[in-house]
């Protein structure tokens, strides 16, 4: 997903506008790569994944109020050790 910070703003609020720029801002000062897309979306909310090639972070935004209702960060170490335990379970 290319980012436009006004039309982002617009779709998703100013609030989660702002993460995201600064993300994107923290990324390429680490000459880190990173992709955004739409995960999930529901009549609710929608799910974005932020992803660099270092952690990933969710954030969910109320699709009427413009609001974040959550925002959550897992790093590279997090999300292997937790593939291996999805594996060892059987997903």
Known sequence: ????YEEFKDKYGQEAADIVKNEIKTAEDFCLKWKL???HKNEH???LLFVTTIDAMSIKVYKQAKKI?????IFRLECEQALKIMKELGA
């Open 1 to 4: 997903m290319d980012f436009n």
């Open 37 to 39: 897309e739409i995960n």
């Open 45 to 47: 909310w929608i799910s």
């Open 69 to 73: 209702k959550s925002v959550d960060r």
